[in-house]
């Protein structure tokens, strides 16, 4: 009799603690509150692990307990895929893991992407393309020397050499290239903003790198921007910077075609006639007025055309062109670069400015 009423009360016992665990857990996986339908933006990094996710879950209060559904994430495994998701506080914990897992992001963005060596006009463009914003209100607020000089503030990649006089563009070379999803109602400032934050983020890992270097960040970014623009190939970057710091060294004039077009405000792939060069032009590294490093950056460097600038490849030319295709050719001397350049002409692949 003793051993039945053991057994009973036993069984009774786990009965109760199982239906107590049953209940919490349904508990834990039920919504925050039921009654809450208020739209809530939770965005998801690209390669955020699930653990992370989770946590970040609780933190904005959408579940109410991560270990729980790290547990259920065991039995139905999944992959957080990144983007810009709806969610809702009377979602359930597991309609919310679902929905991340499987990818169901909001529309309500818009997907940019700007390319490395295009100038400050082409950017503008491309927004322009993309939003209710005309290519001149964009650049008026690109321009706006108030809007500048809180970026200015609060962005270290910014110098107030961005705003010194005979800058054509404060801005020109600080919006980072990249992919960028915007919110369908983004402003212009938040679109700026987002690009030169992007950059400051990209230049903050080289700080000791800048640091160490003989040019501040500025001359820096105006060496990517003309690496960027001269190289024809990835593997040229480096090689490209070599010459410029060869050249700086000796005194030379940098003599860059993509800071001559730029000073007359026209494409590098645009012919130029010679009577529209200027005599005397910070840009124009032709120019005596533009001597060493010119005034600024002319078009987005991507990081690798920024490495390239801060580490140049140690060698001992002083020359080079780039045929119409693209290929670069290096020389130690002006009778070798002069060579070069009559052997592309004969064969055809020489830019002929009239």
């Given at each position: 009799?003793?051993?039945t009423?053991s057994?009973?009360?036993a069984i009774s016992?786990?009965?109760?603690?199982s239906?107590s665990a049953?209940?919490?857990?349904k508990?834990t996986f039920?919504?925050v509150?039921?009654?809450?339908?208020?739209?809530?933006?939770?965005?998801?990094?690209p390669g955020?692990p699930?653990?992370?996710?989770?946590?970040?879950?609780?933190n904005?209060?959408?579940?109410?307990n991560d270990?729980?559904?790290?547990?259920?994430?065991?039995?139905h495994?999944?992959v957080a895929?990144?983007?810009?998701?709806?969610?809702h506080?009377?979602?359930?914990?597991?309609?919310?893991?679902?929905?991340?897992?499987?990818?169901?992001?909001?529309k309500?963005?818009?997907?940019?992407?700007?390319?490395e060596?295009k100038?400050?006009?082409?950017?503008?463009?491309t927004?322009?393309n993309?939003?209710d914003y005309?290519?001149?209100?964009?650049?008026?607020?690109?321009?706006?020397?108030?809007?500048?000089q809180?970026?200015?503030?609060?962005?270290?990649?910014?110098?107030?050499k961005?705003?010194?006089?005979?800058?054509?563009h404060?801005?020109?070379?600080?919006?980072?290239?990249?992919?960028?999803e915007?919110?369908?109602d983004?402003t212009?400032?938040?679109?700026?903003?987002t690009?030169?934050?992007?950059?400051?983020?990209?230049v903050?890992?080289?700080?000791t790198?800048?640091?160490?270097?003989?040019?501040d960040?500025h001359?820096?970014?105006?060496l990517?921007?003309?690496?960027e623009?001269?190289?024809?190939?990835?593997s040229?970057?480096?090689t490209i910077?070599?010459?410029?710091?060869?050249?700086l060294?000796?005194?030379?004039?940098l003599?860059?075609d993509?800071?001559?077009?730029?000073?007359?405000?026209k494409?590098v792939s645009k012919?130029?006639?010679?009577?529209e060069?200027?005599?005397?032009?910070?840009?124009?590294?032709?120019?005596?007025?533009?001597k060493?490093?010119?005034?600024?950056?002319?078009a987005?460097?991507g990081?690798?055309?920024?490495e390239?600038?801060?580490?140049?490849?140690?060698?001992?030319?002083?020359y080079?062109?780039?045929?119409?295709?693209?290929?670069?050719?290096?020389?130690?001397?002006l009778?070798?670069h002069n060579?070069t350049?009559?052997e592309?002409?004969?064969?055809?692949?020489?830019?002929?400015?009239?």
């Amino acid at each position: 009799m003793k051993k039945t009423t053991s057994l009973i009360i036993a069984i009774s016992f786990f009965v109760i603690v199982s239906l107590s665990a049953f209940f919490f857990i349904k508990d834990t996986f039920g919504p925050v509150d039921r009654h809450d339908d208020k739209e809530i933006v939770f965005i998801v990094e690209p390669g955020t692990p699930l653990n992370t996710l989770f946590q970040n879950l609780k933190n904005a209060n959408l579940i109410k307990n991560d270990l729980t559904l790290k547990v259920y994430a065991k039995i139905h495994p999944g992959v957080a895929q990144a983007g810009r998701y709806i969610l809702h506080k009377n979602m359930s914990a597991i309609d919310i893991y679902n929905t991340i897992t499987s990818g169901k992001v909001t529309k309500d963005t818009i997907w940019m992407t700007f390319v490395e060596g295009k100038r400050l006009t082409s950017i503008a463009k491309t927004i322009s393309n993309n939003y209710d914003y005309t290519e001149e209100e964009i650049l008026a607020k690109m321009d706006d020397r108030v809007f500048v000089q809180k970026m200015i503030d609060k962005y270290s990649v910014l110098t107030e050499k961005v705003l010194q006089n005979g800058i054509y563009h404060p801005l020109e070379g600080y919006l980072f290239p990249d992919t960028y999803e915007f919110e369908k109602d983004a402003t212009i400032e938040d679109i700026i903003e987002t690009m030169i934050s992007t950059l400051d983020k990209k230049v903050s890992k080289y700080k000791t790198k800048i640091e160490e270097s003989q040019y501040d960040i500025h001359e820096i970014m105006t060496l990517a921007s003309m690496i960027e623009t001269e190289s024809g190939s990835a593997s040229d970057r480096k090689t490209i910077s070599g010459v410029f710091y060869n050249r700086l060294k000796a005194g030379m004039l940098l003599q860059s075609d993509p800071t001559t077009s730029y000073a007359v405000n026209k494409e590098v792939s645009k012919e130029i006639r010679k009577d529209e060069i200027p005599t005397c032009n910070p840009y124009n590294t032709y120019s005596e007025c533009a001597k060493g490093i010119p005034i600024g950056p002319i078009a987005s460097s991507g990081t690798a055309a920024i490495e390239a600038a801060l580490d140049p490849e140690q060698h001992d030319y002083y020359y080079f062109v780039a045929d119409k295709n693209g290929k670069t050719y290096f020389n130690k001397d002006l009778v070798g670069h002069n060579k070069t350049i009559k052997e592309l002409q004969e064969k055809g692949l020489w830019y002929v400015y009239k």
